[in-house]
């Protein structure tokens, strides 16, 4: 069980991100990014997406750094891997919990 995070490629409103996941639960990365202070709006449904000014202190949290095409294999290794309709009904259903909170 391990939660991994790949490297800062992605370029979205004048900031670099990465991902996070988890090759083993939905669960287990929600609760590894509530320990860690990351928001639920950052939940895409099966990976979270992480500024690059976090990265350092999710990997000295416990998140393990891999290769983006590494990070894949296992979000599909796993079975946690979500089509992009799959990823928007899993996104709105979060964002409509923390609403609720």
Not at 62 to 88: F, M, N, T, Y
């Amino acid at each position: 069980m391990a939660i991994l995070i790949d490297e800062p490629l992605w370029w979205f409103r004048g900031r670099k991100w990465c991902h996070m996941v988890s090759d083993v639960s939905y669960d287990e990365l929600i609760e590894f990014a509530d320990s860690v202070g990351i928001p639920r709006r950052g939940f895409q449904g099966d990976h979270y997406d992480i500024p690059e000014e976090y990265r350092d202190d999710m990997v000295a949290a416990g998140a393990i750094e891999v290769p983006s095409r590494e990070l894949l294999r296992r979000l599909r290794g796993a079975g946690l891997r979500l089509s992009p309709q799959e990823r928007r009904a899993r996104t709105a259903a979060a964002a409509d919990a923390s609403a609720e909170d």
